[in-house]
């Protein structure tokens, strides 16, 4: 991309305003190496570079994935090294791509590593622009045994009475209500009527799939909304990087989603399914709601019309 081009780009600009006179100081009058992190952080990596070359800086540039691949380490040796990447989230990304180079750093004789980022959720970086802050959590220890006994009592029924609640916590119904309303108003509980799993689905599966970041997030889109699927879940170590947990009446109706659904990504690299019986909890499921026929799943298909749709 044209380095002029670049420096439209008001998420490059944010970058080098913000940390581009650190950066600077960093590498001081060492020879240094910038290294860009495919896919964003090579656009950050290539804006700094530019700008870092304009102030007749010994600077070099090169790309690598977060494994190390396309790292051209001529452009390394005996050189201080910054890292450039768009973001920080959970940190993974951060501490393979570190523990790659401080493995290369003696045979490079790497002088020094550092790690830049436009926005650092884990305060990990050395550089960094902005944090943003990861989302809140509630600990259990800020629920007493009331607030759990409500709960319980409107999991297993739902419609059941303030008044008839309150004879089992000892409140008020006024004192039960005030305490829903606290719950629900700082998101600690949510009320959904869930279907019944065994009136419904007879078997369910556990498919793991092992693939590039890309089809995940395709994958990811796709099933999100698929009324078949109770379980969705991104995984960061094991032999796989994505769980779709199942339900369906039959075997053969897992087995041909599998067929038609999933196995025709050619990038996956790993993929194995396991059946069991319904899961012992949790006992609901809330199906994607695509009844009126107007909305689609990436598959495809309208839901309504879909042979996986009960």
Known sequence: M????????????????????????????????IIGLEDDGVFYGQGLYYWLSKKKKNITFTIMDNHGRGLEEDKVKGRKVLLI????????????????LRQKKDK??????KFAVLCD?????????????????WS???????DLEIIKSLSQDGRKRFVDIAKRTGLTPVGVKNRVE???????????????TDKFYSVSASIGIDAPPDVISKLIKKFENCP???????????QHNLIIGILAFSLERINDLVRKQIR??????????????LPLLPKGHLPADFSDGSKKCLCGERCNECEYFL
């Open 108 to 113: 490079l004789k790497i002088k020094d590593i």
């Open 228 to 238: 078949l699927v109770y379980n969705l879940v991104k995984v960061s170590s094991g």
């Open 85 to 100: 990447d768009n973001d920080i989230v959970t940190g993974r990304a951060y501490r393979t791509v570190m523990a790659f």
């Open 140 to 146: 259990l220890k800020d629920l007493d045994e009331i």
């Open 264 to 277: 025709p990504e050619p990038k996956i690299q790993n993929l194995h399914v396991s059946f069991g019986d």
């Open 2 to 33: 044209n380095k002029n081009t670049l420096f439209d780009f008001k998420p490059i600009k944010k970058f080098i305003n913000g940390i581009g006179k650190d950066i600077e100081r960093y590498f001081g009058k060492d020879k240094g190496c």
């Open 121 to 137: 959720r884990m305060k990990m970086a050395d550089f960094s622009v902005e944090d943003y802050p990861a989302p809140s959590f």
């Open 182 to 196: 606290k719950l629900v108003k700082h998101n600690m509980v949510s009320f959904h009527s869930l279907l019944n």
